[in-house]
């Protein structure tokens, strides 16, 4: 199991050279995208995090899968740091797509020397069962 720190300065070089088994330890989502949204990789934490099942996500379009990131706040601002080539974007976030509404931290960024893309979550806090 390799340590990576969601607060580290190159994370989406470092989950690209990570096998999709130490990616399943990490304490916190992630999702490797193609240009498009498409999904390359999907995580277990991000399963947990979202009220997903892991198998299946790959292939699919991660907004469609999550359509309470649709919108200029999340899909907006990945597609314009892709459109600019500069993706490298942290923001709070609140998702609750069928699920109870979870305040999460979330990065994006681009891997270096490759035409794929992180979206990184973390929870921030759990909403009280209401």
């Not at 790959?58 to 500069?86: I, K, L, M, Q, Y």
């Not at 035409?115 to 069962?129: C, G, T």
């Amino acid at each position: 199991m390799r340590l990576v720190k969601f607060s580290s300065r190159n994370i989406g070089n470092e989950l690209a050279n990570m096998t999709d088994e130490d990616l399943d330890t990490l304490a916190f989502g992630a999702v490797e995208l193609d240009r498009d949204g498409v999904i390359l990789r999907y995580n277990a934490a991000e399963a947990e995090i979202s009220n997903r099942v892991q198998e299946g996500m790959v292939g699919r379009n991660f907004f469609d899968v999550a359509p309470c990131t649709r919108g200029e706040a999340f899909e907006g601002r990945f597609r314009a740091g892709v459109a600019s080539g500069v993706l490298d974007v942290q923001f709070t976030y609140v998702l609750d797509n069928e699920m109870t509404p979870t305040e999460v931290r979330v990065r994006m960024g681009r891997v270096e020397g490759k035409d794929a893309y992180w979206v990184i979550i973390k929870r921030v806090s759990l909403s009280p069962e209401p």
